[in-house]
Every structure is written in C-alpha cells, then in structure tokens.
C-alpha cells in the first residue's frame, strides 16, 4: 500500500468497486497520484484498470470508500471501439464538442486546425469522421482532448489497433501534456512503450494495487 | 390550339395536386397538421435513429394506446382527455422499462419490448370490451382528415414546444448520441436531458395519432428520418432533407388519399415508406456507379 501524500491529488481510500456488490472487481484500493505525474495503469484483463478510470472520470460510483481528487477538469477517453464510427458528423463538430466541457472559447477554426497540426493530422475540418482511418480518428480524439485543456487525462487502452506511426506521434503529444504539468491516467497492455514513454506504473491486481516508478524507463527489454 | 393545350394541361395539373388543399378546408388542416408533425416529430426521430433507438420509439408509439383507450371511454373521442391519457401513459411505459432495464440484466430495447407488448394487449382489450368499431379504427389508424382546430392547436403546441427544446439542446443531444461518456464526464445531467427527450417523443407521437393512428405513429417519426440518413452524409442535411421530404411524402400520401379514396393515414406511410425504399435503390446504383 502506497502511503497517502498530503500533496497528493488524486486519492483512493479502502476502495471497493465493480458492477455487482456480490462480486467487486476492485477491494481494498488504497493508493495517491500526484498532480503532474505521467502514470500507465498496467494490468491483465479483468483486472480493473478501466474500472479503475471510470471511477475516476464520475463515471461510476464505488460500492465502498472514497475517490478524492482536486483536478479542475478532466478529460476521459474510452476504448477505440466505443465510438459510432459511421456517425453523420464533421472532424470539426467533433472538436467543437470540447467546448461543453471546457468553458473558454477556444472553438474558432484557427484553434481547431491548431489542435488537428499538433496531432499531425493533415485532413480538412469538414472531412466527415466515417472517412477517417481508426488511426487518424483516433489523431481526432487527441485533438479533443487538447482543446479540452484538461488538468487530468484518463486514457483507457487508447492505443489498441493502432499503427506505429500514430503511437509514436501521439506519445509525443501526451510527453508534451506531461512536461506541462499534466497529470496522465493511461491504461494500456504495451510494455514496450510503457518502458519507452511512462515513468509510473500502477500495477492493478486482485491482490492489491500498488504504485511505483517504472525502473526500466528508456531500457529496451521487456518486464 | 397551343393555348388550349396548356389551358388544358394547367387545368388538369391544378385539378391533380392543388384543387383538393384549395378548395377544401379538411384537406387545408390535414396537411398543415402534417406539415407541423414533419417540422417537429422528424427531428427527433432523427435523433432516436442518430442514437440507436429505433425500436424504443417503437415501443413508446405502442404503449400510449391503453391511456388513449382509457381517455376514449371515460372522455369520449374529446381530442384534450385523449391527448392527456395518451400522454400519461407513454411517460409510465418510459419509466417502468427504464427501472426495468436499470433494475436488472435486462437491456434497454427487451424491456420496453416487454411492456409495450403488455400495453399493446391492454390498450386492444380495453377497446374490444368497451369500443366501438369506430373508435378503433380511429384510435389505430387515425384520421387526418377529420382533424378539429382544438387537435391542430395541440399539434401545433407541441411543435412549438419541440422545436424550443431542440433550438435550445440540439447540440448537446448531439454530442449525447455520439459520445455519451464526454456528456457524462462534463457533468451535464444525461437522464433528465434524455427524459425530457422522451416525453417530448411521447408527446409527438401522441400529436400525430390523430393523424396516422396509434400503429402507424413511428412512421411518420422515422420513416422520413431513415430516408434522410440515407442520402445525406451530415447531421445538418440530414435534418433539413428529412423534414422536407416528410412534408413531401405527406402531401403525396394525401393527393392519394383524396383522389383514390385510400384511408389518409396508411396512404401517407405508404408514400414516405416508398420514398425511402427509392432512397436506398438511388444511393445503392449511385455506389455501383462509382
């Protein structure tokens, strides 16, 4: 158990959570995050990573203890196949959807194309979203995500049939949110990037959950 | 010679498509009521297909027929205790399979089919023990032709309601159909949004029984909205066309209803259905075209 830091922002305390009080997939979580930390929750399936960010993002209610956190504005990004890809929407209505959850008018078309470079994605604004490959959609979703300008980031296995190119310019892009005092949230299966890009790991087992610094950041060898 | 011609083919162009809405006042109120359920009532079938709720609109449509019945025996065919019962009893259909589908394992779409089955059977046998043949058909099929200004006044109501709320959370309704969890996380309240959409579809669906009846209610909701969404790539093209050809398909439905003698209500779901079977025919030879 990880001790709770004054500092801290992001708090579990004698957690329990799931979807059923029978059977809870997460017992007794007690762990913090600091505000700015860059942190890949790693864990194998069922094991509660996505249940772990659902409770983070309000999403769902724990069945016992308490999630703390003392973020201004958080930005939740779930699995790649929650989407309805064939939506009959534009890449810019997409974007603009980020002025519902962040207030300041950031939503002109300068800002918009402004977030679409930063993910390195060269397609119109009025592209509609059914043209887009999984890859450059997903260049989308960051996009978004920046004009949120959120404080936390929860990002659940957002990598997951993704070319290598596009992971290699999205890292860039969540580096960049990390080094601007962002605090990041990643749920992913990938060591070898977790190795290449995350300096904590929280590792989510049945057993317990435990917090620790990714000793094996920059190495080239698996876990 | 030229003259008399055209006379000729004026005269029988005005006779075919514009004499039945100039000359009698039924005809003037049976399209406008439509024209107002078009502006209103497609939009959000629009969005229930946009979100994937087809057949919960479906369910809804079926279940406001026990209150109607209910309201036809107590009330008679009065249009306000009609409008009221059919009302009361969509928003009970609405919550009991909302509590349903929260309350267990059931999904969403099971449990409004359930009790809209129960409805179903609850409204015909309330009218088989205390309805007249009359009062069936009416209450099942409609009767746009016999539409009174009190029925127009609340059709109209309604759509002015509808088109307020949609002016108001369009956008919102939008990003809820898309991306329900980016609704969530910013905080916004997805059930009463999502309730006040479906009261107002019960109310829509409520309007246009008088107009199409009970059975065929959803088809003018999503029969045009299905047909947008096939032949336009954009949520804005697609409101507009949907509506528009709604409009289109009930002015159609109408001419044949007056000229072939048809029950107006199955003729207009006809048309609309027509045009959306000609949609997907039209945009399937344009693919193979490319």
Known sequence: MIQIMSQSHLIFKNLKAGYHPDSPVLSNVNFSIAAGEYCAVIGSNGSGKSTLLKLVAGLLAPLNGNVQHSFKALAYLPQNGSFNRTFPISIADVLKMSRYVNTSDTCDAAALQSALNTVKLAVSLDCPIQNLSGGQFQRV???????????????????????????????GVLSNLHQKGKTILLAIHDWHFVNTFVPMILDVKNS??????????GKKHHV | MKIWARNTMFSTLWNLFILPFAEYAFMQKALLSCVLLCISAVPLGVFLLLRGLSLVGDSLAHGILPGIALAAIFFGMAPVPLFIGGIAAGLIVAFISNQLSTRSIIPEEA???VIYSLSLALGVLILFHHGTNTNVMHLLFGSVLGIDSVTLSLIAGVCVLTTLFLGKFRKLLLMYCFDPLLFQVAG??????????????VSNLVASYQAIGTLLALGLMMLPAITGRILCGHYRQIFKVSSLLGIFGCYAGLLLSYHIDWPSGPSIILCLGVQCLAAYGFKRSGQKGL
Do not use: C, W
Request: hydrophobic content about 45%; cysteine-free.
């Open chain 1, 141 to 171: 979703l960051f996009a978004r995500l920046l004009l949120q300008n959120p404080d936390l980031l929860l990002l659940d296995e957002p990598f997951n049939g993704i070319d290598e190119e596009t992971i290699h310019d999205l890292a």
């Open chain 1, 208 to 217: 317990g959950t435990t917090l620790r610094s990714n000793e094996n950041l």
């Open chain 2, 111 to 113: 449990s409004f089919t």
């Open chain 2, 188 to 201: 916004y309240h997805h059930k009463v949004l999502m309730f006040s959409f479906f009261a107002l579809v």
